[in-house]
């Protein structure tokens, strides 16, 4: 049976006298550690010093501390590793991993590096999990209005002995406790965080850039059809009641045209062989092959991914998106 955690399951006294090094400060890094520090926790900030750091000058306007990486380490007790994945290997192996001491804690929000081998601590510190299922953003939105966010939870290796009371205390302090922290192996949270990215992310774009365009070749207005589709926010409203209630309840809350629309022309869909698609993009995450393929392509410089964002761009839709969402901006500050 899966656990969830909520806040009765954490106890803040396990952070009492330890200081977080929140290393990065980036979509992810800046949210928490105001997250942390607003709920009483000493935090200071890594960041790299090697005349390229964009985002020293941010964490220090926000009114933190910011070191070089291996000094924030080597200052406190708890790092949250909060850097893109592609270049966490190399930056943990030369300013994180030499400085660690026996006891430390190493948490991330994300469990990749790990679950595919590229980051192997040393057996005298914790290893945590932490990986918030919003963007960052939102975890610093859903913190201030008190809703919490999800997160998986996990511990690869307890050093310590009360790895699971640090990473729990601090899941407490980032403000997931309140929604809920599910319990998962780092394994599981890496493979299923890539396989809603690949699966379901480029379903979604196809599914509406198909219908964007057949739609505005048969004549309806671009305008209605993007609002209609997804920037109107309707779209977006339904997946929030789907959220709360699930799919079935949310479709049963929906008209009856609406429920027999969907009823008699779902298994349509069974024709596009999409269990078969999934269960391939889903074997070349498991096999390390994806892994492999954005370690090569970081190495390279990204060559393929700045290719195809270039032909991804070139789509005339886009233009009628921007026109778009300027006109619906416009009529919301009437
Ligand atoms: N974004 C999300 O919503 C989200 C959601 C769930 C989990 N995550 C996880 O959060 C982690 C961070 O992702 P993110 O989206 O927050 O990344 P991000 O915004 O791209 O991270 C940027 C931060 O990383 C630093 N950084 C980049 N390259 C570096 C290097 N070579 N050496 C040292 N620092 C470097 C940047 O500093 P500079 O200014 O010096 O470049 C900046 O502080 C990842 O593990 C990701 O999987 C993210």
Redo the contacts with the bound molecule.
């Keep these: 049976m899966t656990v969830v955690y909520h806040e009765q399951d954490s106890d803040p006294r396990f952070l009492v006298g330890k200081k977080v090094a929140v290393i ?6 800046q949210p928490l550690a105001l997250n942390l520090r607003d709920s009483g926790v000493e935090v200071l900030v890594g ?2 010093a090697d005349g ?4 020293r000058q941010k964490a220090l306007q926000d009114g933190f501390e910011a070191y070089s ?1 291996s000094d924030a380490v080597k200052a406190t007790h708890i790092a949250l ?5 592609e ?2 290997p ?2 943990y192996l030369e300013h994180v991993a030499p400085y660690l001491q026996r006891n430390d804690a190493l948490v ?3 469990a ?1 590096n790990v679950a595919f081998g590229y980051i192997e601590a040393p057996p005298f510190v914790d290893v945590g999990l932490i ?2 299922r ?3 953003d939102y975890a610093r939105k859903r913190y201030l209005t008190g809703k919490g966010f999800y997160s998986f939870v996990s511990v690869g290796q307890d050093a310590s002995g009360n790895c699971w009371d640090i990473v729990l205390a601090l899941a407490g302090a980032l403000g997931s406790l309140k929604a809920g922290a599910i319990e998962i192996n780092f394994e599981r949270e890496a493979e299923l965080d890539l396989f809603i990215e690949q699966a379901i992310l480029p379903a979604f774009q196809h599914i509406m850039v198909t219908a964007a365009t057949m739609l505005i070749e048969q004549g309806y207005p671009p305008e209605a059809v993007l609002a209609d589709l997804y920037l109107s926010g309707e779209f977006v409203d339904y997946l929030e009641r789907v959220g709360e209630e699930g799919l079935m309840n949310a479709m049963l809350d929906t008209a009856p045209h609406t429920q027999y629309g969907l009823l008699s022309r779902i298994d349509r869909f069974n024709e596009l062989k999409l269990e078969r698609l999934m269960e391939v993009t889903l074997q070349q995450i498991r096999d390390g092959s994806f892994a492999r393929e954005w370690a090569k392509e970081y190495e390279d410089g990204y060559p393929r991914m700045k290719r195809l964002t270039k032909l991804r761009q070139r789509l005339e839709i886009w233009e009628l998106e921007k026109q778009t969402i300027e006109l619906l901006r416009r009529l919301d500050s009437l």
Aim: no cysteine; glycine share 12%.
């Design positions: 990065g400060y980036g979509n992810m890094g960041t790299r390229q750091d964009q985002t990486i590793m909060t850097i893109p994945d270049v966490m190399t930056v991330f929000v994300s990749y990986a918030p919003t963007l960052g």
